[in-house]
């Protein structure tokens, strides 16, 4: 009787001690860790959040929340200098205003962390900053290329393009079976930018290179033979597209692909999700946009998610996003990323099995890429070059557009 009575008041105590202490209870709250990430994609959004549900099911002491808002980027930098980080956030490690990030002391050093070992190595190298650190977790590599649907050029007995001749026959061919051979969208100057950036480094092997002697004051783009031949190329491209282009979102220029309305389009890794997502059944391939010949061809790719930690966060702030990190980097959330995304992985031991993708991953694995032109060029330099270009897909003046060019580097570059 007496052992019962005292387990009765234990019982009780416990109870007492719980009830009466609003502190304990308040302490068991559960940290909430803002997830500031800039991809504005349907796919790369739903692959996030799938792996943010999963942890926080979890792991109970912790609540990642995204946040995903328009013109990211800049949202991003103004509240950097507001001194309103977030706590996680995405942001692209190899071009220069995140090295500048670095330098100021608004990232995280993650050389330490045990989770940049499950990050296949040339994609980590590519993220190494001056001082030798690594101060982001790599999650997938991006390219821009010529999406294509299969089916339209099984029926009209088209084979993948290897080099620019090749390619405009098979526009001959669509044009002729009465179809659209190229979907563009033009009405944002960053998606225009987008396809002047895959066409340079299509096309000109020394253009990105070019933009930065010209940056430097060293030449200039007028009369210059790379680039002349890029916007001849370039006028080719649009007489084989709709003739609405400019006034045409992303996002319509997808959905008219998917409908059948163009045989091809010119886009990234970051849309295949969402051109998937619209019909599932499709059947998708994607290529690089030839040069003249297949061993001159060159994509465009560079790192595309990447995944950082603000220095300036609270050391139990930080230990929170270690571990979502190390969550991300584990082969099987990585795994649903991808799946979502569609863009080839950084994370080792993860597996796209759309071998309609492997034409990219092949010329990719070979070492024939250029990065991105934010890499080694200002973004406000890169940034005015797309209006430059947008103009021309009006005008389509090969002479003037590079009179423009190099009117648009000597204003930008003196900034």
Same mark, same amino acid.
């Given at each position: 009787?007496?052992?019962?009575?005292?387990?009765?008041?234990?019982?009780?105590?416990?109870?007492?001690?719980?009830?009466?202490?609003?502190?304990?209870?308040?302490?068991?709250?559960?940290?909430?860790?803002?997830?500031?990430?800039?991809?504005?994609?349907?796919?790369?959004?739903?692959?996030?959040?799938?792996?943010?549900?999963?942890?926080?099911?979890?792991?109970?002491?912790?609540?990642?929340?995204?946040?995903?808002?328009?013109?990211?980027?800049?949202?991003?930098?103004?509240?950097?200098?507001?001194?309103?980080?977030?706590?996680?956030?995405?942001?692209?490690?190899?071009?220069?205003?995140?090295?500048?990030?670095?330098?100021?002391?608004?990232?995280?050093?993650?050389?330490?962390?045990?989770?940049?070992?499950?990050?296949?190595?040339?994609?980590?190298?590519?993220?190494?900053?001056?001082?030798?650190?690594?101060?982001?977790? $790599?999650?997938?590599?991006?390219?821009?290329?010529?999406?294509?649907?299969?089916?339209?050029?099984?029926?009209?007995?088209?084979?993948? $393009?290897?080099?620019?001749?090749?390619?405009?026959?098979?526009?001959?061919?669509?044009?002729?079976?009465?179809?659209?051979?190229?979907?563009?969208?033009?009405?944002?100057?960053?998606?225009?930018?987008?396809?002047?950036? &895959?066409?340079?480094?299509?096309?000109?092997?020394?253009?990105?290179?070019?933009?930065?002697?010209?940056? %430097?004051?060293?030449?200039?783009?007028?009369?210059?033979?790379?680039?002349?031949?890029?916007?001849?190329?370039?006028?080719?491209?649009?007489?084989?597209?709709?003739?609405?282009?400019?006034?045409?979102?992303?996002?319509?220029?997808?959905?008219?692909?998917?409908?059948?309305?163009?045989?091809? &389009?010119?886009?990234?890794?970051?849309?295949?999700?969402?051109?998937?997502?619209?019909?599932?059944?499709?059947?998708?391939?994607?290529?690089?946009?030839?040069?003249?010949?297949?061993?001159?061809?060159?994509?465009?790719?560079?790192?595309?998610?990447?995944?950082?930690?603000?220095?300036?966060?609270?050391?139990?702030?930080?230990?929170?996003?270690?571990?979502?990190?190390?969550?991300?980097?584990?082969?099987?959330?990585?795994?649903?990323?991808?799946?979502?995304?569609?863009?080839?992985?950084?994370?080792?031991?993860?597996?796209?099995?759309?071998?309609?993708? %492997?034409?990219?991953?092949?010329?990719?694995?070979?070492?024939?890429?250029?990065?991105?032109?934010?890499?080694?060029?200002?973004?406000?330099?890169?940034?005015?070059?797309?209006?430059?270009?947008?103009?021309?897909?009006?005008?389509?003046?090969?002479?003037?557009?590079?009179?423009?060019?190099?009117?648009?580097?000597?204003?930008?570059?003196?900034?």
């Amino acid at each position: 009787m007496k052992r019962r009575m005292a387990m009765v008041l234990g019982a009780a105590m416990v109870l007492t001690a719980f009830a009466g202490n609003g502190s304990v209870m308040a302490a068991e709250e559960p940290l909430t860790i803002e997830f500031f990430q800039q991809k504005g994609e349907e796919g790369p959004q739903k692959g996030y959040q799938a792996i943010i549900d999963k942890f926080n099911e979890e792991n109970l002491d912790i609540v990642i929340e995204m946040n995903t808002v328009p013109d990211a980027g800049t949202v991003l930098t103004s509240r950097i200098s507001s001194g309103d980080i977030p706590v996680i956030f995405s942001d692209y490690p190899t071009q220069t205003q995140f090295k500048q990030k670095v330098a100021n002391g608004y990232v995280q050093d993650l050389s330490d962390q045990e989770f940049l070992s499950n990050v296949n190595e040339p994609s980590l190298e590519m993220t190494k900053q001056e001082d030798g650190g690594y101060y982001a977790l $790599p999650y997938s590599r991006n390219y821009l290329g010529v999406y294509y649907n299969q089916q339209m050029f099984e029926d009209n007995g088209l084979e993948i $393009p290897t080099t620019w001749e090749e390619f405009v026959n098979v526009c001959e061919v669509l044009q002729e079976a009465g179809i659209t051979p190229m979907g563009l969208h033009g009405k944002d100057p960053g998606r225009v930018g987008h396809t002047f950036q &895959c066409t340079t480094v299509a096309w000109a092997p020394n253009g990105v290179e070019l933009i930065e002697q010209a940056v %430097a004051g060293e030449t200039k783009l007028e009369g210059n033979e790379e680039f002349t031949e890029v916007f001849n190329k370039m006028k080719t491209l649009l007489s084989y597209s709709n003739a609405d282009a400019l006034a045409l979102s992303d996002t319509a220029c997808y959905e008219n692909f998917v409908n059948g309305q163009y045989a091809m &389009c010119i886009t990234g890794s970051y849309a295949r999700g969402t051109i998937q997502s619209i019909n599932p059944d499709l059947k998708l391939g994607v290529f690089p946009l030839p040069n003249d010949t297949q061993e001159a061809t060159k994509v465009l790719s560079g790192i595309d998610a990447a995944i950082c930690v603000s220095a300036k966060a609270s050391d139990e702030e930080k230990e929170a996003a270690y571990r979502f990190l190390a969550y991300l980097a584990e082969t099987e959330n990585a795994q649903i990323f991808c799946d979502y995304d569609g863009a080839p992985s950084a994370i080792n031991g993860v597996v796209n099995d759309d071998t309609g993708i %492997a034409p990219m991953t092949d010329i990719i694995s070979a070492g024939q890429t250029h990065d991105w032109m934010a890499s080694t060029i200002s973004n406000n330099v890169i940034t005015d070059l797309y209006n430059v270009v947008q103009g021309f897909w009006a005008d389509q003046d090969v002479e003037g557009v590079l009179k423009n060019m190099d009117a648009s580097i000597a204003i930008t570059s003196a900034e």
